[in-house]
């Protein structure tokens, strides 16, 4: 008689298990499809940015030979007595106008000039006065130097770069085009590198707009958030884990906190605008109340993590140090705190990331100004890099596209910072517990 089929031989348990494995094996590969997909995206997102970003560091100068000549600008002949006072109404115009038409002979007529002197920005007049009142010994003398062109001439320049027979849709005339290849071709036109993006506040001329402004606003308003939630988030925290009663309105307030930390940003920033600037009269657009606005979103967040690294610490740890006579306060600062440390610095400084990445809290607020100074205080007006990003994305300019893609690479960067900072404080942290 024939031995019985055992169930783990039977052909439907076969069938079964091939069945699982084909399961198991589509999985696997939806989940690579998956992972591939999203890096393809964010490659290309990359990549997108970086091809513009980097232009942003970059504009398009011209090199004149500039006469400073005292009566051309309309200031006195420079004394031996003492230092030359340049006034305000020293008109740097017509000295840029007279090296033009030096440069390009033959241009007659009103009109001709005109379209002659819009192959410059609007502030190369601005440069030239910021250059002879630090340079008071240029008066009367005659430089080559170097003036930033329009936003027109430099995407005309930059498409001439990667095509040199392209000509791109532009708002220059096919005049305004032949004296810039003219200049080009005396090696006069050139991409320089452009600091004043990094340092100089916001303009409406693509080529004279810069981050620096809004880099520092970025951070005084940082600096305020960090101020405030942090310490109120670990006390809160430490509060509600290790000192408050098990009652119906603890737990009423952990489901306030666990909800406010999924509340959109924008209804903090309509909260900050009815406390901060209705109710207590605080600067508008300023790091102070931005900072203030950002603490009230990202307190949640912070006591939620702060919660969770203080209630992963080891109950023993409590215990022993109560029985060697430790006091509850002492337990949680030289016990229990330090141990939980790591966890509290990396939900902190993710929420302070997260922050920083916010648009529509500080619109609410009035940051949306157009500031062109730096701030030098936490009352002073300024502006946050996401809300300047926004800002030059919304401008017809379209200059304003490289801007906008090198203000959105300096932002990546920092929050790449931060999340470094997160990573080799939580392992120093880990270190010395």
């Known amino acids: 008689m024939a031995e019985p089929q055992s169930h783990w031989q039977s052909e439907g348990f076969k069938k079964r298990l091939r069945r699982r494995n084909a399961q198991e094996r589509r999985f696997r590969r939806l989940g690579i499809a998956a992972v591939l997909l999203a890096g393809a995206a964010l490659a290309m997102l990359l990549v997108s940015v970086l091809s513009n970003g980097w232009r942003a560091a970059f504009r398009t100068e011209i090199a004149l030979d500039v006469d400073f000549d005292p009566e051309t600008l309309g200031i006195e002949s420079p004394s031996m007595d003492g230092p030359t006072e340049i006034p305000a109404s020293a008109d740097f115009g017509a000295v840029l106008r007279n090296s033009l038409l030096q440069t390009i002979p033959g241009v007659e007529g009103r009109a001709a000039v005109r379209e002659l002197v819009a192959l410059l920005s609007r502030g190369a007049s601005a440069d030239l006065a910021a250059r002879l009142r630090a ?4 008066l009367g003398r005659r430089e080559r130097l170097w003036v930033p062109a329009s936003d027109e001439v430099d995407l005309l320049v930059n498409a001439r770069r990667s095509d040199p027979a392209s000509t ?8 305004q085009i032949g004296w810039t290849d003219a200049l080009a071709a005396q090696a006069r036109v050139a991409r320089r590198f452009n600091s004043h993006f990094f340092t100089g506040g916001d303009s409406r ?6 981050i620096g402004g809004a880099l520092v606003g970025t951070l005084l308003t940082l600096l305020v958030t960090l101020a405030v939630s942090f310490p109120l988030g670990v006390a809160a925290a430490v509060y509600l884990e290790e000192f408050a009663p098990d009652n119906r309105w603890t737990r009423q307030l952990e489901v306030n906190i666990n ?9 903090f920033g309509l909260l900050g605008l009815a406390v ?3 109710l207590f009269g605080m600067p508008r657009s300023a790091p102070l109340v931005g900072g203030l606005t950002l603490a009230l979103m990202t307190l949640p967040v912070i006591i939620i993590a702060s919660r969770a ?24 600062l030289h016990h229990v ?12 400084l993710l929420g302070i990331a997260r922050a920083m990445g916010e648009t529509a809290p500080l619109l609410m607020i009035g940051m949306v100004a157009f500031i062109v100074d730096v701030p030098k205080g936490f009352t002073d007006a300024a502006t946050a890099l996401p809300v300047q990003i926004y800002l030059w994305a919304d401008s017809p300019e379209r200059g304003f596209v490289d801007n906008v893609s090198g203000a959105i690479l300096i932002l990546l960067a920092l929050l790449g910072l931060l999340n470094g900072a997160a990573i080799l404080l939580r392992q120093r942290f880990e270190q010395r517990s």
């Open 276 to 278: 901060f600037l209705g």
């Open 168 to 175: 791109p849709s532009t708002r220059l005339s096919e005049q």
């Open 205 to 210: 001329e693509p080529e004279l707009a810069g």
């Open 259 to 267: 909800n406010l930390a999924a509340v959109p940003s924008i209804v």
């Open 135 to 138: 340079e008071p010994a240029l």
């Open 309 to 332: 690294a203080i209630a992963a610490v080891a109950f023993g740890i409590r215990e022993s140090a109560r029985g060697l006579g430790a006091s509850p306060v002492q337990v949680v």
């Open 337 to 348: 705190l330090p141990i939980a440390m790591p966890g509290i610095v990396t939900g902190t």
